[in-house]
């Protein structure tokens, strides 16, 4: 098994690997591949060049057959893999919104923090739906895994954070939660609070194996999710972000294209069968390309910036 060597990467996949069937659990190393998005931390997802920012290297360790899964947030998963390789299984998503993180000892909302307050994130996403939302506050730059983050928002270095809660809750790090941040005003990033796994494409053996831990309804939501990102060409440098819930057996997707600067949002919201996901999230894409975010979309390709700088 493939895994990033963040703390997080690592507690994802040793999740995977305690739930997978008992008699093939002592037969599993993992093995930790380095990514470029790991070697350049100081670094912004747009100004790193390629896609697969956190996957290139563990797709490459695949087919090169030196792993046989590879563990990812699908969040960071591009839409398209490379030939010969597939997405297995997707095991039960956990809550998928971002949230509110304050100094240690602090319990606030965005609402209550003081105009001007620095709030740290490495999104495009969470700092152009912040100055949409609340523009009072100050969207600021922050990179490095969730335990660096926090710690340098507790040396005062920054007056909140927006994470997401599900790397939290992974890392038994939910009691520093503040706020979640609620769906009426704010999505989350496509395939976001699940998982992917990735084998190679012939790999029918694996594959079966990871049948067991496939949770088909996390799937459509994030199935749906990604199919709008896909279908409006955008990835985790380009403020899109898209929800999918179950409702009345049916899927509800929401979506939203911000400018850089806030100050305009493009927003959609489709409801339909389960059944078939990527023709939902298609159809939510083309209702937001009609509304005019195509515009914003080519705004934001010809130079993308971190909003607020």
Known sequence: MGSRGSPLALTQSHSIKEILTPDIVDSI????????????LNSFFHEIPGKGVFTKELDEALLD???????HSLKDLPTELPAGL???????????????????????TLASLPPGSKIGTSSIRR????????????????????????????????????????????????????EWIEWDSWLNAPGQGA??????????????????????????????????????????????????????????????????????????DVTGSSADPESLGKKLAEDLLERGADMLLEELSKDIVFPGM
């Open 29 to 40: 190393d993992i093995e930790v591949i380095k990514t470029i998005g790991d070697e350049r």
């Open 65 to 71: 057959n030196r792993i046989d899964l590879a563990v």
């Open 86 to 108: 597939r997405l297995s299984a997707t095991p039960e998503r956990v809550d998928p919104r971002d949230v509110l993180v304050a100094q240690a000892g602090q319990t606030v």
């Open 127 to 178: 700092a152009a739906m912040l100055l949409a939302t609340w523009p009072q506050l100050k969207p600021t730059p922050i990179r490095g895994n969730v335990d660096s983050r926090i710690r340098r928002l507790d040396e005062g270095e920054y007056d909140g954070l927006i994470l997401a809660g599900a790397g939290l809750t992974r890392l038994g790090l939910i009691e520093r939660v503040s």
């Open 195 to 268: 998982l992917g796994i990735v084998i190679r494409e012939d790999d029918y053996k694996t594959d079966k194996y990871l049948q067991d831990i496939h949770c088909p309804k996390s799937y459509a939501t994030v199935a749906a999710e990604r199919s709008v990102l896909a279908a409006l060409g955008g990835g985790c440098e380009v403020p899109i972000a898209a929800g999918c819930v179950y409702q009345a057996q049916q899927l509800r997707l929401k979506g939203m294209v911000v400018s850089a600067d806030g100050l305009r949002i493009v927003k959609g």
